[in-house]
């Protein structure tokens, strides 16, 4: 059958050929994004906000060192109000600020037994995990002092315990610095950015800070609703103790932060997908017009079919299975290229499946309308002038 209406089925086939290898590509696409993302490490930083200042570059020295001492006293003043649920204090935790590139730049050097790595140094208070919530697989989060033994607490990300070698981490002792440390607890990861995988990172409690290099930071968890009335009374305050115009204070909103590093990537898709859903739907239409009109050049031999006893069903499934066999060997190019260019990871075999699966439902629905009307043909009506 194909064979003597190759004439007719070329134009279907080369369409939906070139309609799944680019929905193929968009599709893995998509969902290496969408890995990316999930992967572990992602904070909840939803009502989240950094409190800060900007400061001039004429400013002084003591002046500069004043402001950071003030805004001690402005949060710690504001951490009891209605609209406040908590205020932690620390150091390279905030998620979304910086590139990864900077961590890396500022990343330390661990050595345990024979193994040697660097790491990124993170610092927090006790209130740090109540804020950006990490997943801890094991032990507790840190607390702002030293543990009974004299060595300091702290917590590692999954990808440090995997450098480290160890197959449990809690208990475990490790030269940072100077400092004799003790690991408290495990978290799966703490990403810098929304589609970066977590780096090897160690997080020092915040009274060792003084031997680390870095700028404080203070991440402020507002109630939900209530931005206004935080930056309103964090900028009264700030100006109140701070009256030398060339500091500012600054108020970010972590979530809109992730939201602007995460612009690009979405942009990105939105350029493969806009136009693959264009050629999409300008395909379908295609094979539903071909579609019908081959269905209405084959009247005669439904009409006939049906004078010898098909039913609705019957032929319905004859033309809707000529479509999903068409795709079907359509499909194929797309499925042999895969085949060279992906490794074939979970993603890729999702993506591609995903790309079958939205193919055949297209083929099926493209072809159902006409396969419906050629099944409630009038026999004697199509067959009169035989």
Same mark, same amino acid.
């Given at each position: ?5 190759? $004439?007719?089925?070329?134009? @279907?086939?080369?369409? #939906? ?5 680019? %929905? ?31 400061? #001039? ?5 003591? &002046? ?28 390279? =935790? ?5 590139? *990864? ?32 919530? !990490? ?32 197959? *449990? ?15 408290? $607890?495990?978290?799966? $990861? =703490? ?11 160690? &997080? ?15 991440? &402020? ?27 500012? !204070? /600054? ?8 939201? *602007? ?9 939105? %350029? #493969? ?41 019957? =032929?319905?499934?004859?033309? @809707?299975?000529?479509?999903? %066999?068409?795709?079907?060997?359509? &499909?194929? !190019?797309? /499925?042999?290229?895969?085949?060279? @260019? ?14 079958? /699966?939205?193919?055949? =439902?297209? *083929? ?14 009038? !026999? ?7």
């Amino acid at each position: 059958m194909f064979r003597n209406r190759k $004439g007719r089925y070329t134009g @279907i086939f080369a369409e #939906q050929a070139v309609v799944a290898l680019i %929905l193929m590509l968009s599709s893995v696409s998509i969902a290496e994004t969408v890995k990316q993302y999930m992967s572990p490490g992602l904070l909840n930083v939803e009502n989240v906000f950094l409190a800060a200042f900007m400061q #001039q570059h004429d400013v002084e020295k003591e &002046v500069a060192e004043n402001a950071q001492q003030n805004m001690n006293v402005i949060l710690d003043n504001m951490k009891n109000q209605p609209y406040i649920e908590a205020i932690s204090r620390g150091s390279n =935790l905030i998620p979304y600020l910086r590139s *990864s590139g900077y961590y890396e730049m500022s990343s330390d050097s661990i050595h345990i037994d024979d193994r040697h790595f660097k790491t990124v140094i993170k610092v927090s208070d006790e209130r740090g995990a109540a804020i950006l919530k !990490p997943d801890i697989e094991e032990g507790v989060w840190l607390e702002n002092r030293a543990l009974p033994d004299g060595t300091a607490p702290v917590v590692v990300s999954r990808q440090f315990v995997e450098k480290a070698g160890w197959t *449990s981490a809690t208990g475990k002792k490790v030269m940072i610095g100077r400092h004799s440390v003790t690991v408290v $607890g495990v978290v799966a $990861g =703490l990403k810098h950015e929304p589609l970066i995988p977590s780096s090897v990172t160690v &997080v020092i409690p915040e009274y060792l800070f003084a031997n680390h290099s870095g700028l404080v930071e203070f991440t &402020v968890k507002v109630k939900k609703g209530m931005k206004k009335e935080f930056m309103t009374s964090f900028f009264k305050e700030f100006r109140r103790m701070n009256p030398d115009k060339r500091l500012e !204070p /600054l108020a970010y909103s972590i979530d809109e932060m992730k939201g *602007s590093m995460l612009s690009s990537s979405i942009q990105d898709i939105a %350029l #493969q997908a806009i136009p693959t859903l264009f050629l999409f739907i300008i395909a379908f239409i295609g094979t539903f017009g071909l579609s019908w009109i081959f269905a209405q050049k084959r009247l005669r031999e439904f009409a006939l079919r049906i004078a010898l006893g098909s039913t609705t069903s019957r =032929l319905m499934t004859i033309v @809707i299975g000529e479509s999903l %066999l068409i795709t079907g060997i359509a &499909v194929i !190019p797309a /499925l042999l290229l895969s085949y060279f @260019i992906y490794d074939y990871t979970d993603v890729h075999i999702i993506g591609v499946g995903v790309t079958v /699966l939205i193919m055949l =439902l297209f *083929s099926a629905v493209s072809a159902w309308y006409p396969a419906w009307k050629v099944s409630k043909v009038n !026999p004697s009506e199509a067959l009169k002038y035989e």
